[in-house]
């Protein structure tokens, strides 16, 4: 596989996830929008964001009931792994190219980005 | 106030940051985090939330465009990405030991002279000195379309750039503003590659140093929905269309907006830091 190739395929993923991530926020967006517009933001203190936006799992639990706020925060987490799976796929693509340098390399970077997430 | 009318204007200010974060490399944080807050009076840690999602919207969105586009180089990416991580790790460690509110003022000063430096094109001919051996073994070259042809080019005094692409980790470790504007003058100024190589794989770069501090963000409550979701859905409209001016503008057009908003960045640091 070239290297043309490879970028190519990587291009391809990021869009796609960017995308995915942008339809499911907006999708949220405006349902919130349309169910709690009225409502006035209070951002002008700190109260941090209620504990069902903050964990992977009760996001994705509130997406499926489809509290809007939920789904708007599930298309954010999309949008966090789209490096990440950026990292993971270069792996991959480096490994197909032989260049074991890289694939050391990117394996590193992959293993940092895991253990600051985790 | 109601939501109505927030985020058609977050919605607005969210363009204009994509717009110039994926045009500098610097991401979109820079408009974002000082908006927010003066002018929209909001709580700076939902603001830095905000700010952090817009960082990857903008690298992801714009990315994917300069990738297919031949600008970005991975492998140089990936193998300062090694630096800026490991950097930003051990930044975050000492922060609680460092003086930040001086550091800030010092890192502002530093800045408005890599802005000065940056209007400047590196003079020296390419091809004369003998190429750097690292940069061979790591295949840390390439070619960008430039002129209707290729334009090749290869990275220079390797070293230099690595160490100082963990500076900037370590300081977007203390002092949590984007490194983006360090890995865009290293690049530029020490490695001596063309400008919009190392502007587009910085972008690339901060999406990726961005995700690592995601989940820290989300767990402490920083990341709002109804608030990040303009920001995001902005910045990444803003972004795309930044692509697309860079591959067309000219050079010297874009280190002079490079300049200006580092300078501005450089501003605003100086005055955190001597108002902290």
Known sequence: MTDE?????IAILLRAGVLTAAAIVLIGGVGFLLHQGDATPQF??????????TAGAAIVRGALHLDWLAVIQFGLLVLIATPVARVALSIAAFALEEDWTYVAITAIVLAILLYSLF | ??????????????????????????????????????????????????????????????????VREGYSNIRIGMFLEV??????????????????????????????????????????????????????????????????GRQEYRADRVKSGFGLMFGAGMLSGLLGIGSGALK??????????PFKVSTTTSNFMIGVTAAASAGIYLKRGYIDPALTMPVMLGVLAGSLVGARVLMGAATHVLRWIFAGVVAVMAVEMIYNGAVK
């Open chain 2, 83 to 148: 630096a800026t991580t490991l950097g930003a790790l051990f930044g975050a460690y000492i922060s609680a030991r460092t003086p930040t509110s001086a550091l800030s003022v010092i890192f502002g000063l530093v800045l408005l002279h890599a802005a000065w430096q940056s209007t400047r094109a590196h003079h020296d001919p390419a091809g004369i000195k003998p190429p750097d051996p690292l940069a061979e073994r790591l295949r840390l070259h390439g070619h960008y379309p430039a002129g209707g």
């Open chain 2, 1 to 66: 106030m109601t939501f109505l009318y927030l985020i058609p204007i977050v919605f607005a200010i969210s363009l204009l940051a994509g717009f110039l974060g994926a045009l500098t490399g610097l991401g979109g944080g820079v408009v974002v985090t000082p908006a927010l807050t003066l002018l929209l009076g909001i709580d700076i840690r939902y603001a830095i939330g905000a700010s952090l999602v817009s960082v990857i919207a903008t690298s992801s969105g714009a990315a994917s465009a300069f």
């Open chain 2, 184 to 193: 865009v003058i290293a690049m530029d100024q020490v490695m001596r590659i």
């Open chain 1, 5 to 9: 190739r490879f970028e190519v395929w």
């Open chain 1, 44 to 53: 002008h203190q700190f109260h941090g964001a209620s504990p069902e936006y």
